[in-house]
């Protein structure tokens, strides 16, 4: 049996507006309207299809990637390392914090990965100081150094 992903992934225009989607939205006015009309179909269509994708868990996430440091802020990655039988726990602390932005599950010591997301760099110690103090785990900051951009474009 088809999950709703697979089923998400056989409609041709489901396909076409996600590879779209990937190079990003029109830079107007009316942005679901122009991407309708280049699809060939309505934006209400467009808009109810963005959100089967996130409702099937197909997307984990649509909205605007932003450069905190020009806002005032900083971004940081971080790890740690879970015992697998406290794994849960920690991870759950770890999300419960709105300065989290994703974390990942790695198969080695550092086995929890995360990008914090601090309005201002100032903040970034002491949120790791309360996760560390919450979890009993080690936080390792990882600041970053340089910026790269990579155009990672993923066709379906």
Same mark, same amino acid.
């Given at each position: !049996?088809?999950?709703?992903?697979?089923? #998400? /992934? @056989?409609?041709?225009?489901? $396909?076409?507006? %996600?590879?779209?989607? *990937?190079?990003? /939205?029109?830079?107007?006015?009316?942005?679901?309207? @122009? #991407?309708?009309?280049?699809?060939?179909?309505?934006?209400?269509?467009?808009? =109810?299809?963005?959100?089967? +994708?996130?409702?099937?868990?197909? @997307?984990? $996430? +649509?909205?605007? !990637?932003? =450069? %905190? &440091?020009? @806002?005032?802020?900083?971004?940081?990655?971080?790890?740690?390392?879970?015992?697998?039988?406290? +794994?849960?726990?920690?991870?759950? %602390?770890?999300?419960?914090?709105?300065?989290?932005?994703?974390?990942?599950?790695?198969?080695?010591? #550092?086995?929890?990965? +995360?990008? #914090?997301?601090?309005?201002?760099?100032?903040?970034?110690?002491?949120?790791? *100081?309360?996760?560390?103090?919450?979890?009993?785990?080690? !936080?390792?900051?990882?600041?970053? &150094? *340089?910026?790269?951009?990579?155009?990672?474009?993923?066709?379906?």
């Amino acid at each position: !049996m088809a999950t709703d992903q697979q089923l #998400l /992934l @056989a409609d041709p225009l489901n $396909r076409q507006l %996600i590879n779209r989607l *990937q190079h990003g /939205l029109p830079l107007c006015h009316a942005p679901y309207q @122009a #991407l309708a009309e280049e699809l060939g179909t309505s934006s209400s269509d467009i808009l =109810q299809r963005i959100s089967q +994708f996130l409702d099937s868990g197909l @997307a984990s $996430r +649509f909205g605007p !990637m932003f =450069q %905190i &440091e020009r @806002a005032g802020g900083a971004f940081t990655l971080v790890a740690t390392h879970a015992d697998e039988d406290d +794994f849960d726990r920690v991870v759950s %602390i770890i999300n419960a914090r709105h300065e989290v932005a994703h974390n990942y599950r790695r198969d080695h010591r #550092l086995n929890i990965w +995360f990008v #914090l997301a601090c309005e201002r760099p100032q903040d970034v110690p002491q949120v790791l *100081q309360e996760l560390e103090l919450a979890t009993g785990c080690r !936080m390792l900051n990882f600041p970053k &150094e *340089q910026e790269f951009h990579v155009q990672l474009y993923l066709p379906v």
